[in-house]
């Protein structure tokens, strides 16, 4: 080796060096930010009344997270910066659905059936195979069934075939 790659290597090694001591500083500095350590689980006032048990306990697995007063805080939600995404994700959830609270007006109680056959709930990272938290077609079609009979006797029609499946439910076998 020449000496004047050898010098830029060792440049080169020590800028690195001082940005992984710089990220871990800023990293250790911004676990004193409070937000997103909170984890409040205020009391349940008043769940639906749901259709069966089994919708019940599905909606706990697929659901309750993020839309609930009964949300089991993994371990991650405790370090920032994910604990900051944890945080405004189950805040953002609760406002717009939460199980928990039925005594009050559910702003998205009526689109709830509507977003799990879509897609978009649960969300993909949350049913990230090996979480224990995947859900088989079945599973989803079962949890839709249920929550539209279960919003329906709560005054949140929703939207949908009479059987509370459509033609989309067989096309992605595999989408969760």
């Keep these: 080796m020449s000496a004047a790659f050898r010098f830029v290597w060792q440049k ?12 871990l500083v800023v990293l ?4 004193a930010v409070p937000y997103g350590r909170d984890h409040d689980n205020s009391p349940v006032r008043l769940e639906p ?17 993020c839309h609930s007063n009964e949300v089991v805080w993994p371990w991650y ?22 199980f928990s609270e039925w005594d009050l007006v559910q702003d998205e109680a009526d689109e709830v059936v509507e977003s799990i056959r879509d897609g978009e709930m649960p969300p993909w990272y949350y049913t990230v195979p090996g979480t224990g938290r995947s859900f088989s ?21 929703q939207e949908g075939g009479e059987d509370g499946e459509d033609e989309e439910d067989d096309e992605d076998e595999d989408r969760r």
Aim: charged share 20%.
């Design 12 to 23: 080169k090694l020590k800028i690195a060096g001082s940005l992984a001591v710089l990220a």
């Design 28 to 31: 250790l500095a911004i676990q």
């Design 49 to 65: 009344n749901w259709d069966s048990p089994r919708t019940r306990e599905l909606t706990v697995a697929a659901c309750f997270d």
């Design 77 to 98: 939600s405790n370090v920032a910066p994910v604990s900051w995404y944890v945080q405004s994700h189950v805040d953002e959830g609760r406002r717009e659905l939460n």
């Design 137 to 157: 077609n079945a599973e989803l079609g079962e949890l839709t069934r249920g929550l539209k009979a279960t919003m329906a006797a709560s005054g949140y029609p």
